[in-house]
């Protein structure tokens, strides 16, 4: 593969993270609530680690919500109207945001909070 088409690749990567904040409410909050998170770590001076679990729950939230707002795009775009199926596929996309969400709270709490407790 010619490096132009890495680059091209790359570029429409770049283009669909910008319309996925630009469009969707989630995030936005995804984007305060990982620079809340990356703040607060560089406050609490947190080990390679720390960065490392952080970063991984971080990304695991990021990549399903993203997944889950495309799932939702398609099946809108498949079928418009309401369809039980439909329902039990944008279901199971939102919940695995879900999954991801809590794995993230939690480790973000055995990391953050004995730091923060400590002071």
């Known amino acids: ?7 091209f690749g790359i570029r429409h990567a ?10 969707e409410s989630n995030g936005r909050i995804h984007t305060l609530a990982t620079l809340a998170v990356i703040a ?3 406050w609490l ?11 991984l729950v971080i990304a695991m939230v990021w ?7 495309a799932i939702e795009k398609i ?3 498949v079928q418009p109207d309401i369809h039980p199926k439909v329902k039990w596929i944008k279901d199971v996309s939102a919940g ?3 999954v991801a969400a809590i794995a993230a709270i939690i480790t973000g709490a055995l990391v ?3 730091k923060l407790m400590a002071l």
């Open 1 to 7: 593969m010619s490096v132009q088409k890495r680059f």
């Open 14 to 23: 770049f283009n669909g993270l910008g319309l996925f904040l630009r469009s």
């Open 40 to 42: 607060l770590a560089a």
């Open 45 to 55: 001076g947190c080990s390679a680690i720390e960065w490392a679990m952080l970063a």
């Open 63 to 69: 990549i399903t919500e993203m997944l889950n707002t």
């Open 75 to 77: 099946m809108d775009y």
């Open 96 to 98: 695995a945001v879900l």
């Open 112 to 114: 953050l909070l004995p």
